[in-house]
């Protein structure tokens, strides 16, 4: 610490002392004999430097610890010098100089806070934080020395409206409503980590036309405590008002599940299969062994993981079952998680024949590989495409999991996990929406009345990792999507958080393979699990031999979309255009 720092405070220790021992004389009518003086000082300069060694804490940056480490410093010196001083003067003398010590110190203290705070920086815009728990205070300390006054607080309990925090009122939003008719404000910030998304939805939907700009603090899950909050605030966007944020959400069966354990993941460059590698080095696995056929996103994966956990790169496709073996051999994985496929529905409905082959075939090739290696447990990635499919890709995912479900699994427990659209990834629209917008053109979007369901990656895979830690083999989990979402309000949404004006909503008609909406379930005959967000597919046998037979004649077909439709008899297949 400064030197000139510490002496300034041993010298506000000094001057205060003897302040409030003269001015405790001079109330009770006595003489201080100089003893006293000296021993008070004394101690305290002792309790202050030695002890507490408070003299380190900062005035310009305190919060109420601070002042109540102040106390206690002043407290514990009086424990010392009362039974040695009481002998000199009347101890009655000495309690009520301690309470006038304190009172002045803090005074004080808070004297000098207010100052600095209230002077160090101009305010030129205005602010309002949604919340007034603890994620808000924190932002009201950082706040004071930025360019924003805040003007309110608001908070949805009602039994805090109308109380302030350091002059700062606590409102209602419909207060502020009224308040602001006519103008804006220029930041809301909203500091509520644990809310759920629909309401902060709701929020934005309420208050948006009110701010010039909207704020929002990173959900409970990924909020770092040990950073400013307010260097974590990023703008509202469109994952903040779709994010499901799952409340049985069980990382210690996970944790239990991936912990000190081998676990191999195919596609691990992707969208789903490296945010799988982020998850599995997040609950500790032993090893990662991290397979895809694209160099640049292997290499991606590579950068990021970096020395984070042991990892092994594997350039390699899963349609080459010879290479996968040695890969297996070598490695011994515990655990396989599949998310190689291609997902793109036109891309795959121009290239039938090789989507057929690297989804069917290299998930035949992983979980026959698996199997033959002893692997504990396979977890398939699937997709809502897969019920009632309209297009190639979502037939060839409803073949796998008829493979995953009807396999002789041997001791591998082999589970398939069924979900929809995930926010952000590389097929997703809201990548495409967005660089529409960031261009300046309109946005397209195929039909009016389309409808997506959609989930948060990291959300997505972690209930992928704890179905897969309650599979016992055989299941098709499904994922608690919510409900759907129209992708024209999804579009007009992201136009509106842009602040973009003259970008409009264009219709482009459905392309090939594409449906009007999704499925999770073919019927009603879902089972539930002992979690909300996941429940179970009814069971589609499928004589293994049959299937097997199947497979090898799809291969060899010269029209694959008969067989695709003999195999998988609710194939409808649509041909937009």
């Known amino acids: 610490m400064n030197i000139s720092k510490r002496l300034l405070n041993y010298l506000v220790i000094v001057i205060l002392s003897l302040l409030t021992l003269s001015l405790s004389g001079w109330i009770f009518g006595v003489k201080i004999p100089i003893i006293v003086f000296a021993g008070v000082i004394l101690v305290r300069l002792i309790a202050s430097t030695f002890i507490f060694r408070d003299y380190s804490l900062s005035w310009s940056k305190a919060t109420q ?81 930025s360019e924003y006054k805040l003007m309110y607080f608001i908070d949805d309990a009602s039994d805090l409206h109308n109380r302030n925090i350091d002059t700062v009122r606590i409102i209602s939003k419909e207060r502020l409503k009224k308040r602001l008719t006519g103008q804006k404000y220029d930041l809301l910030v909203i500091a509520m980590p644990s809310a759920r998304s629909l309401h902060i939805k709701d929020i934005y939907e309420e208050l948006h036309g009110y701010f010039h700009k909207i704020q929002i603090l990173p959900s409970i899950n990924t909020i770092l405590r040990e950073q400013p909050f307010s260097a974590q605030l990023k703008e509202i966007s469109v994952a903040d008002l779709l994010a499901r944020h799952p409340q049985d959400l069980d990382k210690k069966l996970i944790s239990s599940f991936i912990k000190e354990k081998t676990i191999l993941i195919t596609g691990a460059g992707g969208s789903i299969g490296s945010e799988i590698v982020r998850q599995c080095v997040k609950f500790g696995a032993k090893k990662l062994i991290l397979i895809d056929h694209s160099e640049y996103n292997l290499y991606q994966i590579e950068q990021e993981i970096g020395k984070k956990a042991d990892i092994v790169c594997v350039m390699q496709s899963v349609v080459n079952r010879p290479q996968l073996q040695k890969t297996f051999e070598m490695h011994k994985p515990q655990v396989v998680v599949h ?71 041997k001791k591998t427990e082999i589970v398939a996990v069924r979900f929809g659209n995930v926010l952000g990834s590389s097929g997703s629209v809201i990548p495409k929406f967005q660089s529409q917008i960031q261009k300046g053109e309109n946005i397209t979007v195929t039909h009016p009345d389309i409808t ?4 948060l990656i990291p959300e997505a895979c972690e209930l992928v990792l704890q179905a897969g830690a309650i599979g016992k083999g055989g299941e098709i989990f499904i994922l608690n999507m919510g409900e759907p979402v129209r992708i024209v309000d999804l579009a007009q949404k992201m136009i509106e958080l842009s602040g973009q004006e003259g970008i409009e909503i264009e219709f482009s008609g459905l392309r090939p393979g594409e449906k009007l909406y999704e499925e999770l379930l073919i019927d009603g005959s879902e089972k539930a699990t002992e979690y909300d967000s996941i429940t179970i597919a009814a069971p589609t046998p499928y004589p293994i031999d049959k299937l097997n037979g199947d497979i090898d004649a799809l291969l060899r077909d010269k029209n694959p979309l008969d067989k695709l439709k003999e195999i998988v008899p609710e194939f409808h297949h649509t041909l937009n255009s």
């Open 65 to 145: 610890k601070t002042f109540l480490t102040k106390s206690i410093v002043y407290l514990a010196a009086f424990a010392i010098y009362m039974p040695i001083l009481f002998t000199q003067i009347e101890p009655t003398i000495l309690i009520g100089e301690l309470f006038v010590y304190l009172f002045m110190i803090n005074l004080l203290m808070y004297g000098y806070y207010y100052y600095r705070n209230q002077n160090s920086v101009e305010k030129t815009k205005s602010v309002v934080i949604y919340g007034a728990g603890k994620a808000g205070l924190k932002l009201q300390e950082e706040f004071r020395n």
């Open 339 to 409: 998310a190689a496929a291609y997902k793109h529905v036109p891309m795959v409905e121009a290239n039938i024949e090789e989507a057929i082959l690297n989804n069917v075939i290299g998930t035949k090739n992983c979980i026959d590989t698996a199997i033959e290696n002893g692997v504990e447990k396979f977890i398939l990635i699937s997709t809502d495409k897969a019920v009632r499919p309209t297009n190639v890709m979502g037939t060839t995912k409803r073949i796998c999991e008829l493979y995953a479900q009807n396999v002789d699994p």
């Open 452 to 455: 997506r369901y959609f989930m």
